[in-house]
């Protein structure tokens, strides 16, 4: 069964950086595409960004293009996001999840078989 589990998350000021990780364990970590989410309080979850299962195709929510980077190690099962310039709006609970259709690009959670715990992130004004 996979396991994700996602590190990193915290607080921080506006126009500050994090990068969050997230540990696959108990499959195949190269058979599956990879996407982060976030859900703020009171709001639907949304599609932040996702990778292929290589690594060579990135996709990104309009919201954090050009602020954010998602990347793979796959030598070491693990996922990041990169969050550079971050806002007050980017306050939420993130989550990674797992996709092994690889359906591209995939931005619809519904459509990920495996999620994380999600790790808080705070960005102050």
């Not at 915290?10 to 990780?21: K, P, Y």
């Not at 293009?65 to 609970?93: H, W």
């Amino acid at each position: 069964q996979v396991q994700l589990v996602e590190f990193g998350g915290g607080l921080v000021q506006a126009g500050g950086s994090l990068r969050l990780s997230c540990a696959f364990s108990g499959r195949t970590f190269s058979r599956y595409d990879m996407g982060w989410f976030r859900q703020a309080l009171g709001k639907e979850r949304e599609f932040v960004a996702t990778i292929t299962w290589s690594g060579g195709r990135t996709y990104y929510a309009d919201s954090v293009k050009g602020r954010f980077t998602i990347s793979r190690d796959n030598g070491k099962n693990t996922a990041y996001l990169q969050m550079n310039s971050l806002k007050p709006e980017d306050t939420a609970v993130y989550y990674c999840a797992a996709d092994p259709r690889g359906t591209w690009p995939q931005s619809v959670a519904l459509e990920y078989d495996y999620w994380g715990q999600g790790t808080q992130v705070t960005v102050s004004s």
